[in-house]
């Protein structure tokens, strides 16, 4: 028998492509598709083998945020059968990816079938931009961009996930791209989920100060890691007439930024 050269093992072990489950988000899915591929994209040039499970749906979190615990908890146990068998799962969304690694644990902590398996998943589940720098090890990316950008940390990313520098570090290498800081930038923007629907004065109200905030920095783009907060900020300066654009973190990354904009009317449709 021949002894086993643990260098040789160490390379092949690093050489390995971790299998990567996509969760897609309903936003993403249904409003800007073109995250999805970018994150995509992203992910399989970082090294990654990328699956998009046909089986999910909602990661259940308007539910729990509303006290819906029982339909949340049957969401959970779906999304957890569709994705456990995955290395790692990535979402574009720290609200999605917080739902998932910070709430499902305890959502399905009585249920003896669901238990473990919900702490395993939570443990391999990330926000898109920290799996690429804290996991992969990401600290380039092969795009350019001549804009001045700001950056909005969502409220889930930031204090749920941890996600602050990652985007930034990522951003850095971004040829052409030039970062101006958000004042105020770890405030909420108003979305919050159902929050917006429950409380729409307040809400209007916080999103005005976001947008305010926003045009200070000078910037000519908004970009987010949650596309939930980028449809609200990007609506708002939209009716206040603003020329600032808003755009998903990773379409910038990716070097995906050909298709219009977030409320942008498509090319030749607003000639029409």
Avoid at 25 to 37: H, I, K, M, Q, S
Avoid at 77 to 93: C, I, L, T
């Amino acid at each position: 028998m021949t002894k086993e050269n643990t260098s040789d093992r160490g390379s092949a072990a690093q050489q390995k492509r971790p299998r990567v489950a996509l969760f897609v988000t309903c936003l993403v899915d249904l409003f800007r598709p073109t995250v999805g591929f970018a994150s995509i994209k992203l992910l399989e040039d970082a090294g990654c083998d990328v699956e998009v499970p046909a089986a999910q749906t909602c990661c259940g979190q308007p539910a729990y945020n509303s006290g819906d615990a029982v339909n949340a908890a049957a969401i959970a146990r779906q999304v957890v059968d569709a994705f456990e068998g995955y290395d790692y799962v990535v979402a574009p969304s720290g609200s999605c990816g917080g739902m998932i690694s910070k709430h499902y644990p305890d959502l399905l902590a009585a249920d003896k079938d669901y238990a473990d398996r919900a702490r395993r998943l939570a443990a391999k589940t990330f926000e898109l931009t920290q799996f690429l720098v804290d996991v992969r090890k990401l600290d380039q990316v092969a795009a350019r961009l001549d804009s001045t950008v700001t950056y909005h940390d969502s409220c889930s990313s930031l204090r749920e996930m941890g996600v602050k520098a990652q985007p930034r570090k990522l951003l850095a290498g971004v040829d052409g791209l030039r970062f101006a800081e958000l004042p105020d930038g770890q405030s909420c923007c108003g979305f919050g989920g159902t929050f917006c629907v429950k409380y729409p004065e307040i809400s209007n109200r916080m999103v005005e100060e976001k947008t305010g905030n926003i045009e200070k920095t000078g910037a000519d783009l908004l970009l987010a890691g949650d596309l939930g907060c980028l449809l609200n900020m990007a609506g708002k300066l939209k009716r206040q007439g603003s020329k600032v654009q808003a755009r998903h973190v990773a379409e910038v990354l990716a070097g995906m930024t050909d298709e219009p904009a977030i409320g942008e009317p498509a090319t030749g449709e607003g000639e029409r």
